[in-house]
């Protein structure tokens, strides 16, 4: 009883788990030799069955892969190298690098990503050389794809469709040292400005930055991304747009408008205190009538003089 419920399941387990390690299985076509297994260009349309677990690396590349099963590459603990270029895979998701966080290089080159989620390599920390270019319908790439990437060095971003990037998205990247970023439409408005600023305060390596330049706006089409940070700084914050003049146009105006109403205020205070005062001194006068005649005459000449134009006369 003890005897057959005992060693039963655990024993399956462990042979199950012997053929896949030991199996000196090697994929169909491929070349395996000391932790490394080799595909390359025998036209797999899916990532091959019966990988080596202990692979350190894995040559993929020049095949017609279209996605990359989270699950087979998850066995694979030991992974350090795997080169996936020139295939057809067409997204990266959050999970599909989950279980290969050993891996310190990475070629996702030449292919046609269109999705690179934003956790895709968050567990790649011992990651040094990633290389996504040469995809040109990828367009975007989210703030917090390199946030754990921290012992990133080598960057390729070439030819991937990139408009813009964040530099939050770098803010992790102590460690980086070269980055490539030419052959892409970049857009060279003020929200790219904080990323230009980062390229030019971080001394990385950019071996192609002649050819890493502005596509939009006109006036600084065929500018370095490199060198652009200083006229797209005058232009973000010196720079008025026809709005801005309009603006400072209405505010002009209203001040101008609010200095001629107070001052019509004032002077309407000011006339109507001079009056107040004057018949207040008539009355005294009309009062004093008899005793100083001669007064009178100086008060009513006074009062001609001034009631002409309705103003009170400042000298
Ligand atoms: C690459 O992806 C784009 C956009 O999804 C698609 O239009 C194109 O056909 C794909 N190219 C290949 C060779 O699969
Ligand atoms: C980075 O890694 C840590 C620990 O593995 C995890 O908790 C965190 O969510 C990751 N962050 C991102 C942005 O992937
Ligand atoms: C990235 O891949 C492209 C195309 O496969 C290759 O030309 C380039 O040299 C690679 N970049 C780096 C930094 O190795
Ligand atoms: C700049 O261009 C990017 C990419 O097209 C866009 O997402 C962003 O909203 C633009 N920013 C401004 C301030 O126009
Ligand atoms: C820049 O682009 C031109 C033409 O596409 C190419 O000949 C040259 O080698 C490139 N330079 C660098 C540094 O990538």
């Not at 005058?234 to 002009?252: A, E, K, P, S, V």
Request: hydrophobic share 40%; glycine share 6%; charged share 15%.
């Amino acid at each position: 009883m003890s005897l057959a419920s005992g060693p039963g399941p655990g024993w399956l387990l462990f042979s199950f788990g012997m053929g896949l390690v030991s199996g000196s299985k090697c994929p169909n076509n491929c070349q395996c030799q000391a932790q490394e297994v080799i595909c390359t260009g025998i036209q797999l349309a899916e990532y091959p069955p019966d990988v080596p677990l202990n692979t350190r690396r894995l040559y993929l590349n020049d095949n017609r892969i279209t996605f990359l099963p989270a699950m087979n590459l998850g066995l694979l603990s030991d992974l350090v190298y795997l080169d996936c270029r020139n295939n057809l895979i067409r997204e990266v998701m959050d999970y599909t690098f989950i279980g290969v966080f050993r891996l310190i290089y990475l070629d996702l080159s030449s292919n046609n990503l269109t999705l690179i989620s934003p956790y895709s390599f968050s567990m790649l920390s011992n990651l040094v050389q990633l290389n996504i270019s040469n995809n040109p319908h990828l367009f975007s790439l989210n703030k917090y794809t390199f946030a754990n990437t921290s012992s990133l060095r080598y960057l390729d971003l070439r030819n991937t469709g990139l408009q813009t990037l964040d530099n939050a998205a770098f803010q992790n990247l102590l460690t980086l040292q070269t980055l490539y970023l030419s052959e892409n439409p970049w857009k060279c408005n003020c929200s790219f400005l904080d990323f230009t600023i980062y390229l030019i305060v971080s001394h990385l390596n950019h071996p192609d930055e002649q050819n890493a330049t502005c596509v939009e706006p006109a006036e600084l089409a065929g500018w370095p991304i490199t060198q652009v940070g200083n006229p797209l700084r005058y232009m973000c914050i010196t720079h008025l747009d026809r709005q801005d003049y309009i603006f400072l146009l209405l505010i002009g105006f209203c001040i101008f408008s609010a200095g001629t109403v107070a001052a019509w205020l004032t002077g309407m205070c000011a006339v109507l205190y001079q009056n107040a005062r004057r018949k207040a001194s008539e009355d005294e006068a009309e009062d004093e009538h008899g005793q100083r005649g001669d007064d009178s005459g100086r008060i009513f000449q006074n009062r001609a003089d001034s009631g002409q134009d309705g103003f009170p006369q400042l000298i």
